[in-house]
């Protein structure tokens, strides 16, 4: 990795991080659900969709994907917390919990990309 690529993965990925901690700071509970966990995972796929689309379009270098997709958006999702959440979830015996964070962060994240495609194509193509 050369100086510039480094330099541009560290600032997505400070950036994600700090977004990150600002956005799980207070911590926002369904019954034993982490929204805030939901919540990042979901705006980054989000962002990651759009981005993929804007990359495509504009031939963007693949710096920006250092920058973008790998440090801003892998340093803003989290799949270490949301395995953790899981993994409390289930050794807590709220299996009903469980499936709905399991389906909540896995679903809602591919549909967050999905619609950040969506849209970015359809703002791009007008």
């Not at 100086?3 to 560290?10: D, R």
């Not at 911590?27 to 981005?51: D, E, H, K, Q, Y």
């Not at 959440?85 to 967050?112: E, F, M, P, Q």
């Amino acid at each position: 990795m050369k100086g510039l690529e480094f330099v541009f993965l560290a600032v997505g990925s400070v950036l994600g991080a700090f977004l990150r901690y600002k956005i799980t700071e207070f911590p926002l509970l369904f019954n034993t659900l982490s929204l805030n966990v939901l919540i990042v995972n979901v705006l980054g796929a989000f962002i990651l969709g759009m981005f993929v689309i804007l990359s495509e379009q504009w031939n963007l270098d693949g710096r920006y994907s250092l920058l973008t997709a790998v440090g801003f958006c892998g340093s803003l999702t989290t799949m270490s917390s949301f395995a953790l959440d899981s993994s409390n979830l289930l050794d807590n015996h709220h299996y009903a919990t469980l499936a709905v964070n399991l389906i909540a962060n896995v679903g809602l994240s591919i549909g967050a990309l999905i619609g950040g495609k969506s849209l970015m194509a359809a703002i791009i193509n007008n």
